[in-house]
């Protein structure tokens, strides 16, 4: 029996509004919007990014999932893995039922027809798509419209006969469900990079070739089967995990182009390299207002909330921490007093999933001044719900009166 998919909700977005909203809005986040985005009390003054927290794709993706919950009460309904990347709100859907297939210990019958399976806003492979589909289960498709721009670009390179070549975390579920459309093509093939050092090994290799052994040992999980940087190097085709750094996309976009051009001339450009912007507006506008709250506001520190395993969160504290002292925290529990506060380190690798919160924390020690005013500025990732960014503001408010 073919799979029955739901991809535009379910006609609840009435119903479940209320329980959205108890479960995720903040009356002081809307005071602070209301009043320009700042909040003084006592020696404290907080300033919110003007973009912050749940973006477009979220916000639907939750909300469908609350939708799915009410529509299908009696029968099992899973999640393919994190919704999103927010302990918070996946707790809130595992209290409502929802059962994650990723949950290691998560007993479970043979998946089939009366299962239904919510797919995150990062999206699924292309095979696990099909199997649920071939199991004939019921599908809500939570595919950010952002990340299915990405996918159709990357089908488009694959064939045309470019490598798609993916700025991402390699892991990260929508850089895995994106390089898996380029090989819906005969021809198709992937390469993911992270940064700059890694990209610049890539552009190496399309200038003057190099050790194939040793490449293709560095991105032994990085490219699709069967890769030959000596051919599939020709012609590559740039896309981005949504939610990186903008300004690092955008550099390792010239830093290909430019490789490209010394290796096949300017002439020649066009049958080589292809490249589009895939940086969603949200993690764009997100990145934009924190680098306009640190560039031109006085603050004393900043305070980036959001899950430790949350890609675009991480780059909003790397675009601060270049300017003042940042603590990533994942919410209110992480300021533990005036002397102590628990926060991810920015550098190094992205947290791993089957980490628990306190083996990715550090503990940093007279992280705020004790005395005399101090300004703090505020900002989340697109993953995270405001009424942790509220208690955060109330926890701080709360030390700084002691
Ligand atoms: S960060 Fe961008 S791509 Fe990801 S869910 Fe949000 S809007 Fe969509």
Known sequence: MPSVIFRKGL????????????????????????????????????????????????DR??????????????RTVYLTGEIIHNPHVNDKLRTAGIRFLS??????????????IIIPAFGVTVDELAKYDQLGCTLMDTTCGSV???????????KDGFTALIHGKVHHEETQATASQSLKY???????????????????YVRSGGSRHKFLEKFKHAASKGFDPDQHLERIGLANQTTMLMSESLEIGEMCRQAMIDRYGEAELDFHYRAFDTICSATQDRQDAVQN???????????????????????????????LPTYHIADAESLASLAEIHHRPI???LSNLSQSRNKQEVTAKEWLPLTGEVSIGVTAGASTPNN???????????LTRI
């Open 293 to 323: 709250l640190v560039g031109s506001e006085r603050l004393d520190l900043m305070i980036v909330v959001g899950g430790y395993n949350s890609s675009n969160t991480r780059n909003l504290a790397r675009i601060c921490t270049a300017k």
């Open 388 to 398: 942790i960014i509220g208690q955060v503001v109330l926890r701080l408010e709360q």
């Open 347 to 349: 550098s190094g690798p």
């Open 61 to 74: 993706a939750v909300d469908y999932a609350y939708q799915t919950r009410m529509r299908f009460p009696k």
């Open 103 to 116: 949950d290691p210990h998560e007993p479970r019958e043979p998946l089939g027809p009366e299962a239904v």
């Open 148 to 158: 299915l721009n990405v996918w159709k670009n990357v089908e488009r390179y694959a």
């Open 186 to 204: 005969p021809n198709g093939r992937f390469l993911v990079v992270l940064d700059r050092d890694q990209t610049q090994l890539v552009c190496d």
């Open 11 to 58: 006609d609840l977005k009435q119903a479940v509004a209320p329980a959205l909203a108890e479960d995720y809005d903040s009356v002081i986040v809307n005071e602070i919007i209301s009043h320009g985005f700042q909040r003084t009390r006592g020696r404290l003054t907080v300033r919110l990014a003007k973009e912050f927290g749940f973006c477009y794709g979220v």
